[in-house]
Structure formats: structure tokens, C-alpha cells
T-cell receptor, first 115, second 111 residues
């Protein structure tokens, strides 16, 4: 079964500082990996996805993530945090077709941005 | 032009009642999902339907019954509501193996 671990349930950064959110996965098949963001009282919005093309994936709002197979990681970064980045971030891995393509999510990381 | 919509957004009810949550997508997708997000923000798949056919039923109590009248709709009916059912329920859709797009969520509170 697939699993996802997000290190750190809370991350606090200063405005303008680097944002780094960690995600490690386990998968028995080549993984399809996703980062979603959830703003307060809203649904999940796709930030970016890895689908076995380039290992460095660029997403919306200045975020990017790097797939490292040897480390089974898919960490999310943004060079300079904005106040608007305060939200909950979820890493997810997608099961294969035999398992119905369901998403298995990590526990989420809440980002707080300090002025 | 909302892609995935859910109604209602908030649902407050008493234990033992029966309630439904509706989901509609206008993306032309063939697969729809229900996820549950608990009070600790943990997200877990409940069901998925592909072309109105049940694909995933993830050890959910049989008090929960999804219904897909057509490809664009996936409703969730819950019988005999319990306190532990309080959560945010998200509907999502995808073109089978492609990216899943989520609705805004329905916050269910059982008193």
C-alpha cells in the first residue's frame, strides 16, 4: 500500500524567507505525486504534480518540488514566502489503476507566515 | 462556472438523523470521489465511481451510501448519523487517472 509522510505538522516562516515542506512516500509502483494547498475553510487546490517527466516540477504561486527517487522524497519549496502562503499543504501519492487511482494523503503541514 | 460544487456547505444535525450531501461536476470527467477530512485535517478516500460504477469502497460503514445518477453527479447519503461522522466531506472528480479536482467541502456537525 502507498503511504505518505510529511515531516512537521506546523512550519513557521518569516515573510520573504524560504519555505521548505518535506514529503516522503512509499510506493510499490512508479509514483504519481501531488501537492495540494488548502486555504482556511476552502477546498483543496492543486499546486503541482509529478508524473514521471522532469524531476523538478514547477507549480502555481512560485512553488516547485523536486522528485528524488533515491530518497523517496518530493519536497516542496518556495524561495520567498508571502503572507498569502499561509495555509495547509498536503502531499499525496496516487495509487495505480488496479487500486482505483485513489489519492493517499500525508497528514498535512500548516504554514504560518510571520510579517 | 464552478468546476466541482457541493451542497450544502454547512450541515448541522442531530444524532440519529439521515442526511444527504450532493456533488456535481461540470468538467466532463468520468470519475468522482468522496473524501473525508477529520478534525485533525487527515484526508482519507471513502468512495470512487467511474462512469456510475463503484470502484472504491474503502471500509466505510454501510450507513454511508453513495449514489451516482449520472457521470456528473455523486451524492452521499448517511443514515443514522453518529457523533464520529462530524467532519468535512470533499467531493472530487478526474478524467480517470488524471488530476483530481476538489469541491469546496461540506462541513457536517452532528450534535
Amino acid at each position: 500500500a502507498q503511504s505518505v509522510t510529511q515531516l512537521g505538522s506546523h512550519v513557521s516562516v518569516s515573510e520573504g524567507a524560504l519555505v521548505l515542506l518535506r514529503c516522503n512516500y512509499s510506493s510499490s509502483v512508479p509514483p504519481y505525486l501531488f501537492w495540494y494547498v488548502q486555504y482556511p475553510n476552502q477546498g483543496l487546490q492543486l499546486l503541482l504534480k509529478y508524473t514521471s517527466a522532469a524531476t523538478l516540477v514547477k507549480g502555481i504561486n512560485g512553488f516547485e518540488a523536486e522528485f528524488k527517487k533515491s530518497e523517496t522524497s518530493f519536497h516542496l519549496t518556495k524561495p520567498s514566502a508571502h503572507m498569502s502562503d499561509a495555509a495547509e499543504y498536503f502531499c499525496a501519492v496516487r495509487d495505480g489503476e488496479a487500486a482505483g487511482n485513489k489519492l493517499t494523503f500525508g497528514g498535512g503541514t500548516r504554514v504560518l507566515v510571520k510579517p | 462556472d464552478t468546476a466541482v460544487s457541493q451542497t450544502p456547505k454547512y450541515l448541522v444535525t442531530q444524532m440519529g438523523n439521515d442526511k444527504s450531501i450532493k456533488c456535481e461536476q461540470n468538467l466532463g470527467h468520468d470519475t468522482m470521489y468522496w473524501y473525508k477530512q477529520d478534525s485533525k485535517k487527515f484526508l482519507k478516500i471513502m468512495f470512487s465511481y467511474n462512469n456510475k460504477e463503484l470502484i472504491i469502497n474503502e471500509t466505510v460503514p454501510n450507513r454511508f451510501s453513495p449514489k451516482s445518477p449520472d457521470k456528473a453527479h455523486l451524492n452521499l447519503h448517511i443514515n443514522s448519523l453518529e457523533l464520529g461522522d462530524s467532519a468535512v466531506y470533499f467531493c472530487a472528480s478526474s478524467q480517470f487517472t488524471d488530476t483530481q479536482y476538489f469541491g469546496p467541502g461540506t462541513r457536517l456537525t452532528v450534535l
